[in-house]
């Protein structure tokens, strides 16, 4: 537990920066750092580090080789090349300390039509005590947070007794291969800090995530023949629907995964993009659909995928169009696991005290049902890697927006747990 | 009747030029005149067309009042002053015989993925007697059997006694606003022939179509909340079965329309393109449909425009997303009634001596669960308005091809209609 007298330091610290934090995080927001598109951002992010005395690492995902790693997932739509990731490392003066990984992604989800946000989804604007804006909640809150942790402690003049790396990584909403990428660069720690939107929360599971493309394609049955079922459309509709009920099986074999046997369904299929078809008078000969499925800790990927292919080969017989065409799947981007973060450790009990001091109440846990870059490091690498951050709402969705007083307290809880973690002098 | 020493100069000279008419139908067929995209098969079309003498007016619809009936159709997504229609004019030196027009659209569908074709879709293949590529048969075919239809009376020192208008248009496959933009600008005759590839048959009656655009938009409820109904695609589907269930009934009805009563469901219900959401792992907030849906001359497009609305109304009900985001609906093309050509008109009898003259076989009839340009000569202008033309196979599918027998035949079959409709010196 840091001391009193430390923490005070840090709290008058992070007052004292937290209009800069704030304003730091605008800048983050503006930048539509969409998926292929966030070179701009790591570029700034990677001038920022610099011009605060780190040793900056800035590599693209084509620079590490990826393919080697079984738990890489495919890349499709996006070129490595242009997928730049920032390692910004901060190191002891003397080998001593523990060292630590901070690690935030920079990538954001599409804003959808634009009309449906009270505030510009790349305006970065605050209101009444909430900071609006794709990405400000997940997880460009959270990259503030680490940024100006750090901050506060070189402003309360404490130097980190071991080696730091405060990492932006790209494709933690796709793939998750940006925080691999760190790992193959040959980045390590005694333990990792991923400061996604949990509001304040230790996340003690997340659930994995796979996504797949259909692709129904073939030569429809003329209209004339068949009433249902002769169009590409109407075919992925059934696929979807099988899949529906796929998902309620799994969700069925969910009840035995002992972190989330007692979460009611906490497997979560989407069809989140389609397309198809050319002209409305025409039988649609194509339709794709983007999808995505979790999946428990205790299950494997694999028998997941096996459990899709199943699923859609069974579809086939129920529809005329799919019988004489067979469907495609992709696997076209996460192949992730879930991952438990194991009770005891002892980063995990230097981040409850550092929490517990800060907000004068115990660090409750939260499971999620959707993925995060923590496995790496916790299932892969024997790091513990611990998701805790500030808090808001609206992920994905409209009107996305954190909350400045869970930023501020963080930031605070998180500078307090590098200085208990590493050491200061 | 057409005399038979006229008939024997008319098939003489059809078998002459039928070279050039498959190397204009060629020719024709590598313009992608895609809804849009018409003006340069047009631009050629009336070059061609006054470089025979005859007198051309080309326009667009801009130039037309079209707002000013009530069977113009909304346009949307394409600009009515790029949409250029051809009418070349041939006048007969005093009047005397009757007029005529024959009008064909040069407005093809889109092709679909190109990997499907056998030979490139605007590549206007020749092969084993058949000429292949998008619009070949649908109706590129036709238009040049009307074009080669007069050349040969010229060929055959033949004058007709009567005008004659010779129509290209586009929104054939849309709106139908071309054909009625002819007659907007003024153009009249005593019957008007629409040679669509009908296989040497007669069109006794043809449905009607509607098409509309399904737009569901809307905040969805957290994947959280409910497992089913919480996202724009999945709302769309039960939109789509909503629709489905509406042609059911509207098959039912169908079985007390004068023509169609007979044809087991002429009303058909097409989801023609669909695309929705933005990533993956987002519920999607959007999802659009383009449809299709047809009626039997009998029902009124008003009536069954109410009917859509009523069940994507009731439809509602059954679905969390859309209780709380009402979908949009955009009547975005045809509101095309259906049309009849009533027995016994005159025209009709002189085409069915000339078709029993070159076939050798009478003509028959058929029922066309497909639109065409007919209604508005037959329906609003009171013009018999005959559809009868060559034939193949593939509209609005892959490798569509014309049958080159079938183009020679109807193509002197039309010459002799028109020499004994026109009379000629």
């Not at 994995?208 to 509709?237: C, E, K, Q, Y």
């Not at 099986?249 to 069809?271: Q, R, T, W």
């Not at 995505?292 to 069974?314: C, H, N």
Request: glycine share 10%.
């Amino acid at each position: 537990m840091p001391d009193p007298a430390i923490l005070d330091r840090l709290r008058a610290a992070v007052e004292k920066n937290f209009e800069a934090e704030t304003a730091f995080l605008s800048e983050l927001v503006r930048f539509p750092s969409l998926r292929g598109r966030e070179a701009p951002l790591q570029d700034w992010f990677a001038r920022q580090m610099a011009g605060r005395g780190y040793s900056v690492d800035r590599y693209t995902l084509a620079d590490v080789p990826l393919e080697s790693h079984e738990k890489a997932a495919p890349m499709v739509d996006v070129d490595p090349a242009g997928s730049v990731q920032v390692v910004a490392t901060k190191r002891a003066k003397e080998a001593g300390g523990r060292s630590l990984i901070l690690q935030g992604h920079i990538d954001v989800v599409p804003e959808g039509p634009t009309s449906m946000w009270t505030h510009p989804p790349y305006g970065g604007v605050v209101r009444d005590g909430w900071l609006y804006g794709r990405g400000a909640n997940d997880m460009k809150a959270g990259v503030a947070a680490m940024v100006f942790a750090m901050d506060a402690l070189k402003e309360a003049g404490l130097t980190p007794k071991g080696d730091i790396h405060v990492q932006t990584v790209t494709e933690e909403e796709s793939t998750g291969n940006g925080a691999l990428s760190t790992l193959l660069r040959g980045y390590r720690a005694d333990a990792c800090l991923i400061p996604e939107p949990t509001s304040g929360t230790i996340t003690r599971a997340h659930t994995g995530t796979i996504w797949f493309r259909l692709r129904v394609r073939g030569v429809p049955v003329h209209v004339a023949v068949a009433d249902s079922g002769t169009n590409a459309i109407l075919s992925a509709m059934h696929l979807i629907q099988a899949l529906q009920k796929f998902t309620v099986e799994l969700n069925e074999k969910a009840k035995a995964d002992p972190s989330f046997g007692g979460v009611k369904n906490p497997i979560k299929f989407n069809p989140g993009i389609i397309r198809g078809g050319d002209w409305a008078s025409s039988t649609p000969s194509w339709c794709e659909v983007d999808c995505r499925i979790g999946l428990t800790p205790s299950m494997e990927v694999a028998d997941v995928q096996k459990g899709i292919e199943r699923a859609v080969e069974a579809a086939r017989e129920g529809d005329t169009f799919l019988a004489n065409n067979p469907p495609e799947i992709t696997w076209h981007g996460f192949v992730a696991d879930g991952y438990v973060l194991e009770e005891g450790s002892e980063a995990e009990r230097v981040l409850a005290a550092a929490h517990g001091q800060v907000f004068g109440a115990d660090m409750e846990e939260r499971l999620s049902t959707a993925v995060n870059d923590t496995r790496y490091y916790g299932r892969y690498y024997a790091t513990p890697a611990l998701c805790y951050g500030p808090g808001g709402e609206g992920n994905h969705g409209f009107d996305e927006r954190t909350n400045l007083e869970l930023l501020k307290k963080t930031t605070l809880s998180m500078a307090a747990f590098i200085a208990d973690w590493c050491g200061v002098e």
